[in-house]
C-alpha cells in the first residue's frame, strides 16, 4: 500500500468559521490518522493567528496535532522576506500578524517609507490604511504582497466577508503591480507540503470547502481534490463557475464522509 498524504484545509473544512469550532466528526477524523499508515498536513491562509498560536486554539478544541502537521503562508511569507532580505513593510492585517514580523527582525511602521506593503486580513480595515499602501505601492516603490488572495470568508459570527483577495485586487488595480502571493492556490505551497513528507502529487489528496483557490491550485499539480459543503459554499452548483479540468475529483458534505 502507498502511503497518503491528505492535504487538509482549516477553516470551513475542519472548524466552522473563524470561531474554530469544530466541524462535526472533524476531530474524531483527524485523531484517526494517529493510528493510520497515511499521513495529514493542515495547509492553511490563517493570517489572524501565529502559526504556533493556531496549532494551540486547535489542540484546545481537540485535534490531535504536531508542529509538522501545519503549514502556513505566513510560515511562506517570512521564509520568502528574509530570503530576500525585506525588513520593513506596512502591514494591513491584524496586531498578531505585525507581532510574528517584529519576531522575525521585520520592522512594521505605521506609516513612511517601506520596502514592501503586506496584505492579510484587517477586520479593521478603513480608507486611511488603504492610503498610506497605495502611497508606499507607488511613490516609494514598495512590493506588494498578499499572503493569499481567497475572495471570501465566514467571520467569528459566522457571516460571509470580503477576504484578503478582494483588498489585494484594489491595491493591484490603484498601483498597476501585480502581487506576489504566498498562501493557497500558489503552487509553492502545496510543493512544500509534499516535500516535507516526500510524497509525490500522485499520492496526494486536497480537502477544502473554497474550489476557486485552494482545490484549483492542487488540480494543477495533478492533485487529488475533495470538495467539502461544510464552509463557504453550502450548495455544489457554485462549481458551474468553475473551469471543468479544475473540477473537484469528489464532493462530500464533511470530512467525516473520507474514509482514510
Given amino acids: 500500500m502507498r502511503r497518503r498524504l491528505y492535504i487538509v484545509d482549516i477553516e470551513g473544512t475542519i472548524v466552522k468559521d473563524k470561531s474554530f469550532v469544530p466541524v462535526e466528526g472533524a476531530v474524531e477524523w483527524i485523531n484517526s490518522f494517529k493510528s493510520s499508515f497515511h499521513q495529514f498536513v493542515l495547509v492553511s491562509n490563517n493570517t489572524t493567528h501565529k502559526p504556533q498560536d493556531l ?3 486547535l489542540k484546545n478544541r481537540g485535534f490531535d496535532l504536531q508542529p509538522e502537521n501545519l503549514i502556513t503562508c505566513l510560515d511562506t511569507a517570512v521564509s520568502w ?16 500578524l505585525r507581532e510574528y514580523l517584529n519576531e522575525n527582525d521585520i520592522i512594521t511602521p505605521s506609516d ?8 492579510g486580513l484587517d477586520p479593521s480595515l478603513d480608507y486611511q490604511k488603504l492610503k498610506v499602501a497605495v502611497k508606499a505601492l507607488i511613490k516609494d516603490g514598495a512590493l506588494l504582497l498578499a499572503l493569499h488572495v481567497n475572495r471570501i470568508y465566514h467571520d467569528e459570527k459566522g457571516e460571509l466577508s470580503p477576504s484578503v483577495g478582494a483588498v489585494t485586487k484594489a491595491l493591484e488595480y490603484s498601483a498597476q503591480k501585480k502581487a506576489k502571493v504566498f498562501g493557497k492556490p500558489n503552487p509553492e505551497i502545496y510543493r512544500k507540503a509534499m516535500s516535507q513528507f516526500g510524497i509525490r502529487p500522485q499520492n496526494c489528496v486536497m480537502i477544502s470547502d473554497d474550489p476557486f483557490s485552494d482545490l484549483w491550485g492542487a488540480k494543477k499539480l495533478k492533485v487529488k481534490t475533495v470538495f467539502v459543503t461544510s464552509g463557504k459554499y453550502k450548495d455544489k452548483k457554485i462549481l458551474a463557475n468553475l473551469n471543468k479540468r479544475f473540477l473537484p475529483d469528489r464532493i462530500c458534505q464533511s470530512v467525516k464522509e473520507i474514509r482514510i
Fill in 55 to 57: 496549532i494551540n486554539e
Fill in 81 to 96: 522576506m528574509k530570503k530576500k532580505k525585506l525588513r520593513s513593510c506596512f502591514v494591513i492585517g491584524t496586531e498578531q
Fill in 112 to 119: 513612511g517609507e517601506v520596502e514592501a506593503v503586506l496584505v
